[in-house]
């Protein structure tokens, strides 16, 4: 496995975790949208290569920095 695949890994957990913690409502199914598009992400640095995934990564990113 690739470090891409760690790294989107710990990202979907992490946002998991909040989506948790979240009251339920909008906010959490938009968290809970949000890992899930980590960990697709994670699933797919598993098999190609790094490079392709940072678009998706940075547009996941910024989603999730603008819901806190």
Request: aromatic content about 8%; glycine content about 2%; hydrophobic content about 45%.
């Amino acid at each position: 496995m690739s470090d891409a695949h760690h790294y989107f890994m710990a990202h979907a957990i992490e946002a998991t975790l909040k989506a948790r913690r979240a009251p339920r409502g909008t906010l959490r199914n938009k968290r809970r949208t949000v890992a899930r598009v980590y960990h697709l992400l994670a699933k797919e640095a598993a098999y190609t290569s790094n490079v392709h995934h940072m678009d998706e990564f940075r547009a996941a990113r910024a989603l999730e920095q603008a819901l806190d």
